[in-house]
Antibody
Framework: QVQLQESGPGLVKPSETLSLTCTVS????????WSWIRQPPGKGLEWIGY???????NYNPSLKSRVTISVDTSKNQFSLKLSSVTAADTAVYYC?????????????????WGQGTLVTVSS | QSVLTQPPSVSGAPGQRVTISCTGS?????????VHWYQQLPGTAPKLLIY???NRPSGVPDRFSGSKSGTSASLAITGLQAEDEADYYC????????????FGTGTKVTVL
């Protein structure tokens, strides 16, 4: 079955850019949507944005000005860049397959998820 | 400041039935968007529990059930077991402002 694995630096300095990659194994990245979701320590979940394998994207309006999600189908990977980070961006970052049913794009759910990676923003 | 509100915690003895509410508004659940539920065991990633309001993925016990009515949705756990102790989140879409996937505030289920 499809498995996802996040990778990237666990420590980022304030004002710099957070960069993470999600590697998809056990299946092709093609023909699916893929999302990034984060969870600050001890808090709830926040959707960051999605990318379709063709490259089209959609971002959470609250993060849109700082987020870029890209895809590399040749490597079966998609990536997240979050610029101008602050301590408020400290979180566990998850990648997930974004399952879109026939009933409409925004009736989507997330399955499966990667194990998550903690990114701490600190000098 | 999630637009989907859940009770912070619920508890029950083994074998009991507990329910978790997910309260939204006319721009999300009330607008007809589906609700999905996730279980997050301590220290692990969320796992899909219910999709499309009331459907269980393969492998999820039938002790878990979901429903939706009006601007709210509910997750019920019957025959509560110790392994059900976890955080539970609902998820839907909100069309206000520019629109976004949204998650509930989360509920901690404690098995007494």
């Amino acid at each position: 079955q499809v498995q996802l694995q996040e990778s990237g630096p666990g420590l980022v300095k304030p004002s710099e850019t957070l960069s993470l990659t999600c590697t998809v194994s056990g299946g092709s990245i093609s023909s699916y949507y893929w999302s990034w979701i984060r969870q600050p320590p001890g808090k709830g979940l926040e959707w960051i944005g999605y990318i379709y394998y063709s490259g089209s994207t959609n971002y959470n309006p609250s993060l849109k000005s700082r987020v870029t999600i890209s895809v590399d189908t040749s490597k079966n990977q998609f990536s997240l860049k979050l610029s101008s980070v602050t301590a408020a961006d400290t979180a566990v970052y998850y990648c997930a397959r974004d399952v879109v049913p026939a009933g409409g794009r925004w009736n989507n759910w997330f399955d499966p998820w990667g194990q998550g990676t903690l990114v701490t923003v600190s000098s | 400041q999630s637009v989907l509100t859940q009770p912070p915690s619920v508890s029950g003895a083994p074998g009991q039935r507990v329910t978790i509410s997910c309260t939204g508004s006319s721009s999300n659940i009330g607008a007809g968007y589906d609700v999905h539920w996730y279980q997050q065991l301590p220290g692990t990633a969320p796992k899909l529990l219910i999709y499309g309001n009331s459907n269980r993925p393969s492998g999820v016990p039938d002790r878990f059930s979901g429903s939706k009515s009006g601007t709210s949705a509910s997750l019920a756990i019957t025959g509560l077991q110790a392994e059900d102790e976890a955080d539970y989140y609902c998820q839907s879409y909100d069309s206000s402002l520019s629109g976004s996937n949204v998650f509930g505030t989360g509920t901690k289920v404690t098995v007494l």
